[in-house]
């Protein structure tokens, strides 16, 4: 057993209030591993923790007790079970295959089977071991929960988190909502049985079971909701409940005590400090309830602006934790408003915006068919068990949100009404959501730059086009939830889901899986000599960090521009600065250029990590040249073409993982090269179905840049990159210095009828002069109408008339031809 005075020692050179904090902990663990505290109260020591006044008359026992929680919460907890026969009936009409689901899941509970993260079917038994991992077979002893190691003991634990989430009790909402459908006292008696061997084989503060206080708090909040949902039931007694209530106060110091505000000031300290305020508003008979309410409510105020940036993405930059603290701060408004709680109004203002804020940022991060991008760590688990059975389909929360909220572009994102919603807002919110007018978010592509996700859209249809670009940092402390993903795309072509980030897999399972699934070649973006823009360290960190830079983001109707860079190969001994930048074409295409500037010899890889079930084939033309097509028969799919020199095409499997826990292989495609000084890499991502032409993408010559032609829907585009600082690119047709120049010709046109311009101050067409500025200019984008050429720079709108005069000899004439 550690010596408390040792412990203290390192936390020299910290702060008065984080010492007396660190120090107040060390020493309660002592206390508690040596048996002065801790222990689970007597009877006599159990009335001494109670409030008597509630009580009146009555008098304190098992069945008084039993009695007064459930008066006390009437009001105070969820308005659903005040209107379990609505919400059940409900319930059967949302969706009776899910109806079916939760019954099949909970019979399979009454036997020891459990679905948990992405393991199916883990058998545990009738009579199961809370310690028990089934996964690698292991039993954690039973010692006091300061002697585990949270991060690593691996050898001795198994992953924590299956055994963790076991823990957490969330299988008690499956078992309580299976009961009400059914009446079944067989749920009840499963749910009895798990709670008394639960506390039989975990005395406060010995085994795994309490080492981490957010699980602790997890299990805590799934206690309660179990209390509401068997409350009627004669299996679930006043002597059960009576210890489970003593086990709840332990469980209330135990959060208290250990407090993450200083070890994992993230997702654990808002988890919580949501339990707290959950015990304390739930639990208001004991004379400490009211300390636990404040001091939860005060930890998830204060955590607002620290955890939540200014665009409401969360802090850790992760799209699973989002989720988690999204799912927190909901649940917190409700149970805030139930309770009665007056708080100023600019503090009710401020949660109300930031968690509208981190709603925004879900709605529009999903992607056409729903789903969310895994964007760094996935966790796999929920705050409330039940809902899609897509693991990374985030709705549920979008549907909370247009009912709370009364937004409608809440309701377009989610659909239908979740499940989620009629178990936190009652059977009210079946009218609420109906009756809300349903509208279309105000913007299609959207930025969100203190985060630096960056999206683009065609629309909201379910067969629009979308990609997403990452341009921030790693997540704020440690940067543990984060990936090595900084300028990675993800892609849904015509609303398929394509290019896909890997997941998570595992936190403690394999080192090398886990360092395997954070690095940049596990993402869809550039890899320099086979190593990451951010250097994995240990399980939740790093030894390098990439600090990413934005360049420019433009979103117009017709065209969005995205560049950014970030310094992660600086640190290689031929360092390479990367810089991506991609411009969408909307309702056609992407055209996106890498370069990595760099005096030195490198070996070069772009990823393209494709979805679960794709099937992408490398593909060589007429002409000798190679590309990708992902194009299903009767499906739409994707047409990649990458130039670069010295590179080809390698076709392979990588792991994937959709949930935590669960592993597949997915295709992986890679366009790798070599190279000595600065390389360049034009990519073209063309959206396709089989019943349209094939797309062709070949280069022209071009002095003073590059030039490429794009056959595609019937068009001949001609895209062209100018590498002459500032000097005009000349062709027969049109001189222009924007470094980005995109044109369109019809098919029997001479003339081309649409262009799109990207940082430039001239363009001269047929000796006409269109734009002439004296400051580079954003943007220009031109449309012409018979001999009209109507303009919009990112300054001004005008049109002009174009000489009638026609040039024979046309530059994209002339590279058709060739």
């Known amino acids: 057993m550690a010596n408390p005075i040792d412990k203290i020692k390192k936390l020299k050179g910290r702060g008065w209030t984080e010492l007396r904090t660190r120090g107040g902990q060390v020493f309660s663990a002592y206390k508690e591993q040596i048996g002065l505290s801790g222990q689970l109260p007597t009877d006599e020591e159990f009335i001494q923790l109670l409030d008597t006044s509630p009580f009146g008359d009555l008098g304190i026992t098992k069945d008084t007790l039993f009695i007064k929680f459930f008066e006390l919460s009437e009001t105070k907890f969820f308005s659903s079970f005040r209107q379990k026969e609505k919400i059940i009936e409900m319930l059967r009409r949302l969706d009776n295959r899910a109806v079916g689901q939760i019954l099949e899941k909970a019979e399979k509970i009454t036997e020891g089977k459990f679905d ?100 602790v708090a997890f299990r805590a909040m799934s206690w309660l909701w179990a209390f509401h949902f068997f409350k009627d039931s004669e299996n679930f007694t006043a002597e059960v409940f009576e210890k489970a209530v003593k086990f709840l106060h332990v469980h209330a110091r135990h959060i208290e005590k250990y407090l993450s505000t200083y070890y994992s000031p993230n997702t654990n300290l808002t988890g919580e400090a949501l339990g707290l305020y959950y015990l304390g508003t739930q639990l208001s008979f004991f004379n400490r309830a009211e300390h636990w309410r404040k001091t939860g409510a005060d930890i998830l105020f204060a955590e607002l602006d620290r955890q939540i940036l200014p665009d409401g993405v969360f802090f850790e930059q992760s799209t699973w934790f989002q989720r988690y603290t999204i799912d927190f701060y909901l649940q917190f408004l409700i149970l805030k408003a139930l309770s009665g709680d007056e708080i100023a109004p600019e503090l009710q203002k401020k949660l109300e915006s930031k968690i509208q804020k981190m709603l925004d940022f879900m709605m529009y991060v999903a992607r056409p068919d ?120 993800d892609l849904a072509a015509d609303g398929r889901t394509l290019l896909v980030d890997p997941g998570t897999f595992t936190f403690h399972e394999s080192k090398e899986l886990r360092d395997y699934f954070r690095t940049s070649a596990a993402h869809n973006t550039l890899s320099v000599n086979n190593q990451s823009s951010s250097e994995p360290g240990g399980t939740f960190g790093w030894k390098t960090r990439a600090q990413a830079k934005l360049h420019s983001w433009i979103a117009e109707n017709r065209f969005d521009f995205f560049e950014g860079s970030h310094d992660g190969y600086n640190r290689l001994s031929s360092s390479a600065a990367h810089t991506r930048s991609i411009l969408f074409l909307k309702n056609d295409y992407w055209i996106m250029r890498d370069y990595a500037e760099t005096r030195g010899a490198n070996d070069y890889a772009l990823n393209f990590h494709f979805n679960a079930g794709t099937q992408p084939k490398i ?124 044109a369109r010709l019809s098919e029997g046109e001479t003339l081309p009828e649409e262009f799109v311009m990207i940082d430039g101050t001239s363009f001269v067409m047929n000796g006409r002069e269109i734009i002439n500025h004296s400051q580079n200019l954003k943007f220009a984008v031109a449309r012409r109408l018979g001999n009209r050429l109507n303009v919009r720079t990112s300054e001004s709108v005008f049109s002009v008339s174009l000489p009638q005069k026609r040039s024979s000899v046309f530059v994209l004439k002339n590279a058709l031809q060739s």
């Open 370 to 489: 729903g789903t969310t991008p895994l964007i760094g760590d996935d966790d796999g688990g929920h705050t409330l068990p039940n809902g899609s059975s897509e693991s990374n389909d985030f709705r549920a929360v979008l549907s909370t949100g247009a009912v709370l909220f009364g937004r409608g572009d809440y309701k377009f994102a989610a659909g239908d009404l979740a499940e989620e919603t009629l178990w936190l807002s009652g059977a009210e919110s079946v009218h609420e959501f109906a009756n809300l007018e349903s509208r279309q978010p105000e913007e299609s592509s959207k930025s969100f730059a203190d985060a630096g996700y960056f999206i683009m859209r065609d629309g909201w249809a379910e067969t629009d086009n979308y990609l997403l670009v990452d341009c921030g940092n790693l997540g704020a402390l440690s940067g543990g939830h984060s990936h090595a993903d900084t300028l990675a795309i």
């Open 116 to 215: 948990l993260l992405g393991y199916q079917n883990l058998d545990f038994g009738v009579g199961f071991d809370w310690h028990y991992e089934p996964v690698s077979g292991k039993h954690s002893p039973l010692k006091h929960w300061k002697q585990f190691n949270e991060f690593d003991d691996a050898a001795e634990t198994g992953d924590k988190k299956i055994v963790w989430e076991l823990n957490r009790h969330q299988h008690f909402f499956t078992l309580g909502t299976a009961y009400l459908l059914t009446k079944d006292e067989i749920f009840t008696k499963t749910f009895v049985r798990h709670l008394d061997s639960w506390m039989e084989q975990n005395p406060p503060g010995f085994g795994i079971n309490w080492v981490s206080s957010l699980e």
């Open 619 to 742: 593909e060589k033309a007429e002409n000798g040249s190679f590309s990708v097509g992902e194009i299903p028969e009767n499906e739409a799919g994707l047409k990649l073409f990458i130039f670069g020199d010295n590179g080809g095409w390698q076709e392979k499997e990588s792991p994937f993982s959709p949930r935590y826990g669960k592993r597949i292989n997915a295709p992986c495609l890679q366009f790798e090269s070599k190279g000595i000084g600065s390389q360049e890499f034009f990519t073209f991502l063309l959206p396709h179905d089989s019943a349209a032409s094939a797309p062709e993408v070949f280069e022209t010559n071009l002095s003073g840049g590059r030039a490429f032609v794009i056959k595609y829907r019937g068009y001949s585009d001609l895209f062209i990159f100018a590498d002459n600082d500032g000097n005009p690119i000349r062709t027969e047709f049109f001189d222009a210095n924007f470094r980005f120049l995109w």
